[in-house]
């Protein structure tokens, strides 16, 4: 082989070596960019899952630190919205619990309530609303308010078609049962809700049960009417007798003491309503005050029966009287106590007929000492009992018969104040079986029984 021949082969193989030795160093730098790369998946992964800065590698090309510049800054906005999304859930979680609450608080109010937000759609309506909605409370939300109301007098007061105004622009009107469905009278309030700046907030609808006062108010319009009655009729009859008595139209002593004792009679009338009705005023009122002092028991029931003994004679009730020899000595208002005693039997005489009997009797029990007041009379049905202690109160039945209706409303409270009871049970046509329970810590025990 010739000089310039082994020349040429030399030279290659020193290209050869070059060339493998830089084949072997991109070779070790692309190893170094793979584990580079490896190493900074993971770190990108791990700055996903804790949201931490990315670390770049030493050495590491710039793309590598573009990248995680890049990354870096996606995380930090990631970390401020999920920030803001978490007080974001908070503050949606706090304002579900106020509302939660809220419409708990309004579930157990005695009222139905009805708001919208400013276009008129349900935002809140509570269970005593039902009656007037067409859907179930629940329902309603987000649906537009005159789509939800059944009732056209409640859509109409909505829509400002009602006259009836009230404080602070609110409008109301009252709904018959008939109107709504129920066996109750309601109000329907109707106001206009803005904001601070006179922006319309939303509408506001508040439903009221008014039937204890519409109910109240036709009690008290009955006692006005009965008590001018009571009034007017003892009073006729006294201006009647006295005129004749003026007249001289009474001949002789006989028929004037008759005159006389009438005019007596239907003072006491008017004596004893004009008393109930101070009496039940200062009970409600608050402004009894009881006179307590040593009491005999036996002494105040024998005087209340001695005032209605007459009216049993004149109606030829046969009054039976079964108290025992002896009866405690109480710590009572005797004044009060001896009220209460005379309406109880007083109403048994009113209401027994001719012929009837009254029986009074009494007896101790371990908590209590009962007097027990029963007749033949024409009895209370079912559906009078809960009402017959109530103020003004008379049953249909009994319209007849001269009455105010404040008399066993009294004799409760009177009963009541002195921490006892009176309990009734009854058969109409049959009678009824008054107890007055009084308790056993009214005996005074220095006495006894």
Same mark, same amino acid.
């Given at each position: ?56 590698? =030493?050495?590491?090309?710039? @793309?590598?630190?573009? #990248? /995680?510049?890049? &990354?870096?800054?996606?995380? %930090? $906005? +990631? ?40 276009? =008129?759609?349900?935002?809140? @309506?509570?269970?005593? #609303? /039902?009656?007037? &909605?067409?859907?179930?409370? %629940? $329902? +309603? ?45 309601? @109000? ?262």
């Amino acid at each position: 082989m010739g000089m310039a021949s082994m020349a040429t082969v030399v030279g290659l193989g020193v290209i050869a070596l070059v060339l493998a030795a830089l084949l072997a160093a991109v070779l070790v730098r692309l190893g170094q960019y793979r584990r580079m790369a490896s190493q900074f998946a993971r770190g990108v992964q791990e700055a996903i899952q804790t949201r931490r800065a990315l670390p770049v590698p =030493l050495g590491a090309p710039p @793309a590598f630190r573009q #990248a /995680a510049d890049e &990354l870096d800054g996606v995380l %930090e $906005e +990631t970390r401020r919205r999920s920030a803001a999304s978490t007080e974001l859930i908070a503050a949606n979680r706090l304002l579900a619990r106020e509302v939660k609450r809220l419409t708990t608080l309004l579930d157990a109010a005695n009222e139905g309530v009805v708001a919208t937000d400013a276009t =008129l759609k349900v935002v809140l @309506a509570n269970k005593g #609303a /039902a009656p007037f &909605l067409s859907m179930k409370p %629940e $329902e +309603t939300l987000g649906h537009p308010i005159q789509e939800c109301l059944k009732n056209q007098e409640v859509v109409g007061l909505l829509n400002g078609q009602s006259q009836e105004g009230g404080a602070r622009g609110v409008r109301s009107i009252e709904l018959a049962p008939e109107a709504t469905g129920t066996q109750e009278h309601y @109000a329907v309030f109707h106001s206009h809700a803005r904001w601070k700046n006179e922006e319309t907030a939303g509408e506001l609808l508040l439903f009221r049960d008014i039937s204890r006062i519409k109910n109240s108010q036709k009690l008290q319009a009955q006692f006005v009417d009965s008590v001018a009655h009571e009034l007017r009729t003892p009073l006729t009859s006294i201006r009647a007798y006295v005129e004749m008595l003026i007249d001289d139209e009474a001949g002789d002593p006989q028929m004037k003491y008759d005159f006389y004792n009438i005019i007596y009679e239907e003072t006491y009338r008017l004596s004893e309503l004009i008393d109930n009705l101070l009496n039940i005023s200062m009970l409600e009122g608050g402004t009894a005050k009881l006179d307590i002092a040593p009491t005999r028991l036996k002494r105040v029931l024998e005087e209340a029966i001695d005032v209605i003994r007459p009216q049993c004679e004149k109606k030829k009730i046969d009054l039976v009287v079964e108290l025992p020899d002896r009866l405690p000595t109480l710590n009572v208002d005797k004044r009060l106590l001896n009220v209460a005693f005379m309406n109880v039997l007083g109403n048994a005489a009113k209401y027994t007929s001719e012929g009837g009997t009254v029986t009074v009797s009494s007896s101790s029990h371990e908590e209590e000492l009962q007097i027990a007041v029963r007749d033949t009379g024409m009895g209370i049905s079912a559906e009078d009992m809960p009402k017959i202690f109530d103020k003004f109160y008379r049953a249909p039945t009994s319209a007849h018969i001269q009455g105010s209706g404040v008399g066993l409303a009294t004799a409760r409270q009177i009963v009541q104040l002195h921490g006892g009871d009176i309990r009734v049970s009854s058969t109409v046509n049959e009678g009824s079986h008054f107890i007055i329970a009084l308790p056993r810590s009214l005996i005074n025990t220095s006495i006894g029984e």
